[in-house]
């Protein structure tokens, strides 16, 4: 079983899912023993098709560090924070959950964009 690891020990991936606007970014990484990066990319993969058949799931993109990292990131859009959590609890992925590799460390967070004049829009 992965360890989870709040990105921002300030606000939790809980009070996250609680939130019921719109559209939102997940990020999450990924750090596994550089020996697990062949099993995480199994397993990620069939979690990845899992969420491609729950409702919300707008695309989805995985991240590898470069210069030999088994550090990960996944950047997914889902259409708002209710569809991934109904996404997050449903029981097939939660049982996926042990198939990690061992010293797996997981740190999802979500967000939104953000607008700044000039740069970039929301």
Known sequence: MPTFAEMNPAVSLASQLEDEGGPVILINTFVVPPEGADKLLEVWTNDAALMKRQPGLISTQLHRGIAGSSTFLNYAVWQSAAHFRAAFSNPEF???????????????????????????VA
């Open 94 to 120: 939660k049982a996926q959950l042990g198939a990690y590799p061992d010293g797996t460390t997981i740190s999802p967070h979500l967000f939104r964009k953000v607008e700044v004049p000039g740069i970039c």
